[in-house]
């Protein structure tokens, strides 16, 4: 089945740092990722949708220069938290997808990495 | 924009059935999915649904679609303790990323 592979799980910065955040499609093509923010008991909210090859789309709200994505190839997207702060402390999940049209599930229509828990001290 | 609701908790005795309710706005989904958080984890695909099916068994998961109502939900009988968890429920909007509800946190005791 589809996996997506996210790295790393659980990252402590100090603030004014910046973190890299990769997610990996191990075994299929992903021509969209998106990327999640999650906050402590709520739920998922999109930050971005980027495609393979071209810049990524915002959600409203979200910082480009802070949150930098980049899809280069169709396995790799990585999410760059610039210049961290401790409110960028958070969950960020990443989710991957392939083809266009319908998300059929059994066509790895989505396909979850396992998060990364950022802590900004 | 697709609006998906759910209630934010539910607490059943092991052994007890659990019904997790979902309520979209988008009546165009073809997939309405179920994902499963356990605590620190990322999500983890429980089942699906697709929108010309009423119902849908797998296991001890049991889900029913109302599309006139937009109201789905998810049965688990025979709840374990291992089942405690948040579940989500999303559903695509056109060709966009999921929605997702709150979702709702699954207690259960022993």
């Known amino acids: 089945g589809a996996v997506v592979s996210q790295h790393p799980s659980r990252v402590i910065c100090k603030s004014g740092t910046s973190v890299k955040i990769e997610c990996r499609s191990l075994?299929?093509?992903?021509?969209?990722m998106f990327w999640y923010r999650q906050f402590p008991k709520q739920s998922l909210m999109l930050m971005a949708t980027s495609n393979e090859g071209s810049k990524a789309t915002y959600e409203q709200g979200v910082e480009k220069d802070k949150f930098l994505i980049n899809h280069a190839s169709l396995t790799l997207s990585t999410l760059t938290v610039t210049s961290a702060h401790p409110e960028d402390s958070s969950f960020y999940i990443c989710?991957?997808?392939?083809?266009?049209?319908?998300?059929?599930?059994?066509?790895?229509?989505?396909?979850f990495g396992s998060g990364t828990r950022l802590t900004v001290v | 924009g697709e609006d998906v609701e759910q209630s934010l908790f539910l607490s059943v005795r092991e052994g007890d059935s659990s019904v997790i309710n979902c309520t979209y706005t988008?009546?165009?989904?073809?997939?309405l999915y179920w994902y499963k958080q356990e605590p620190g984890a990322g999500l983890q695909l429980l089942t699906y649904i697709f929108s010309n099916m009423d119902m849908k068994q797998d296991q001890r998961l049991t889900v029913l679609l109302n599309k006139k109502d937009k109201h789905l939900s998810l049965r688990i009988a025979d709840t374990q303790t291992g089942d405690s968890a948040i579940y989500f429920c999303a559903v695509p909007s056109g060709n966009t990323p999921l929605v997702f509800g709150k979702g709702t946190r699954l207690s259960v005791i022993a």
């Open positions: 989710s991957a997808r392939t083809g266009t049209g319908w998300f059929i599930p059994g066509n790895y229509g989505y396909t």
């Open positions: 988008d009546s165009s989904s073809t997939y």
């Open positions: 075994d299929f093509q992903a021509t969209t």
